[in-house]
């Protein structure tokens, strides 16, 4: 079967492909991002640092007890929508000389974190 | 002044198809409509006012104008002066009735005076529109009804929204199943004001004349004045009439020597269980007016004329999705982005039901009566409607009163 499920377009899950392609060519709302990601049998999970009219970011690093920095907005694929969910938000709250290590440590297809332009 | 709305809703509400479709109203003198108005207070000389807009194309005459108070008739003499129509003045209606003998009447007296006249109308041979509430009591409402039936003059009540095409559309979408099982309706009217209109300084007696809608006797303020309008709309939505009233009432900021209540709070249930919840109150304006039509598939606010769906419509982005899939094409579909749900439910503003609403429903309501009067009667609905409102509206009073829950006496049913 061919599926595309979105939850407001942050939360994806596709199966198949779209019915006129080999894939669902998932892209994004925010004009500056002009990336078509590729998505068969796959999770998509965007989180942002901060919503459009928000002042401050509401991602925590709770670790080291300071919020995220920024305005970003981090993307990532996988097989597994726990991981992409998971991923999307620990690649924002973490420092970002960590964000290679933290996505090695798990089997994901691709992932990207873009400076959102005022 | 145009009927605006779909064929669909005028075809579906025969007392405005009846004339909307090609008004035939002639234009020579032996066509004219005389119509004459008892009562030129305020509401009295705003119906005169929308007279004079219609009269060219609804081919009317206005012969005469009656009120007991001479500052009211005096002012109406001068707005029909300022429109270059003569009018002839009468402080005593059965002077103008015997006199003019009219084609019909606006009747726009306090409401404690309703039933004499506009019964002394009808018996006459003359056609009455009326004010709401019908009447005072539920005796003397009854007794117009018993007029209009036994007398076959037609007796039109002034529920403007029944000509009002947003309620003519809406309605239309709640009888045709758009919104579902209706679960509960609700109405407000919320004022700031003491509703006090001036009494002149040198005329103290005059305080219960002038400001009747705060006395018992004469009024039984926010219930007739203003909970009537909308007890109809809900009738109207269900198609039927209640099977029982609770309510309570109470004066909590205006005391200033009033009677009514400024205050009030009712439950009518209807038949298979449905709610419409009614609420006035006069010393908080923020939440306005509204009724509310609840349905498990969406809802109307109608005075701000919206319909909003419960499964409001996607995304832009999938959408288009949509649109690519079914048309062929493999495109890019720009759907991605940090969501905020709470924000999407809040922006989803409804839509207008009726996009055009350059017309007036108390302009088009007389329009409807010169109509009917042309052709000698009314569609019987229109009645049954005011009918309705009026006793439902008064037992609600009732109810207040007693602390009872009270269901229709037979002798009033029609």
């Known amino acids: ?118 | 002044m145009a009927i605006t709305g779909s064929m669909a809703t005028l075809a579906a509400s025969p007392w405005v198809s009846a004339f909307a479709a090609a008004p035939q109203n002639g234009e020579g003198p032996n066509d004219r409509v005389r119509i004459a108005i008892i009562g030129t207070g305020s509401r009295g000389k705003q119906l005169m006012r929308l007279l004079f807009e219609i009269k060219a194309d609804a081919n009317i005459e206005i012969p005469a104008l009656c009120d007991v108070y001479n500052p009211h008739l005096a002012e109406a003499v001068d707005m029909c002066i300022e429109q270059d129509i003569k009018v002839n003045s009468y402080s005593n209606y059965e002077d103008l009735l015997d006199k003019e003998k009219p084609d019909g009447v606006i009747i726009a007296t306090p409401l404690h005076q309703h039933a004499h006249i506009a019964i002394d109308c009808m018996k006459s041979g003359i056609h009455v529109f009326c004010e709401k509430s019908m009447a005072r009591t539920l005796e003397d409402t009854k007794a117009m009804y018993d007029a209009h039936q036994s007398t076959g003059q037609i007796l039109q009540i002034g529920h403007q929204r029944l000509f009002n095409p947003v309620y003519l559309e809406g309605m239309q979408r709640i009888h045709d199943g758009k919104l579902g099982q209706l679960g509960q309706l609700r109405a407000f009217w919320h004022r700031n004001n003491d509703w006090r209109r001036p009494v002149p300084d040198d005329r103290p007696d005059l305080e219960e004349f002038i400001n009747w809608r705060l006395y018992k006797e004469y009024s039984a303020g926010l219930l007739t004045e203003l909970m009537s309008h909308q007890l109809q709309v809900a009738n109207w939505a269900l198609q039927k009439t209640p099977v029982s009233v609770t309510g309570t009432g109470s004066i909590v900021f205006w005391k200033d020597g009033r009677e009514v209540n400024d205050n009030v709070a009712l439950i009518y249930s209807y038949e298979d269980g449905t709610q419409f919840i009614y609420d006035s109150m006069t010393s908080n304006k923020k939440y306005g007016l509204e009724e509310q039509i609840m349905g498990h598939k969406g809802t109307i606010e109608f005075e701000v004329n919206r319909y909003y769906s419960e499964t409001p419509p996607p995304a832009p982005g999938i959408l288009q999705l949509l649109n690519d899939i079914e048309s062929g094409f493999f495109k890019d579909a720009h759907i991605g982005g940090a969501s905020w749900v709470p924000e999407t439910a809040v922006t989803y503003q409804g839509e207008p039901i009726v996009k055009d609403t350059d017309f007036y429903d108390s302009a088009l309501q007389l329009e409807g009566f010169v109509n009917y009067i042309r052709k000698g009667k009314a569609p019987e609905k229109l009645i049954r409607e005011g009918y309705n409102a009026s006793i439902w509206t008064l037992l609600g009073e009732k109810a207040i009163e007693s602390g009872e829950k009270l269901e229709l006496p037979e002798k009033f049913r029609i």
Request: net charge negative.
């Open chain 1, 1 to 118: 079967i061919n599926a595309f499920i979105s939850f407001g377009g942050s939360s994806v899950l596709t199966r198949g492909h779209h019915p006129h392609g080999e894939f669902w060519p998932f892209s994004f709302r925010e004009v500056g991002i002009k990336e078509t990601w590729r998505l068969t049998n796959d999770a998509l999970s965007i989180s942002q640092t901060k919503a459009d009219n928000e002042k401050h970011t509401h991602i925590l690093n709770t670790l080291e007890e300071k919020n995220a920095t920024g305005d970003q907005m981090a993307c990532v694929q996988s097989n597994s929508a726990t991981d992409a969910e998971v991923l999307t938000t620990a690649l924002l709250a973490g420092p970002e000389n960590m964000q290679n290590k933290i996505v090695a440590a798990f089997d994901i297809k691709k992932h990207r974190i873009y400076n959102i332009m005022p």
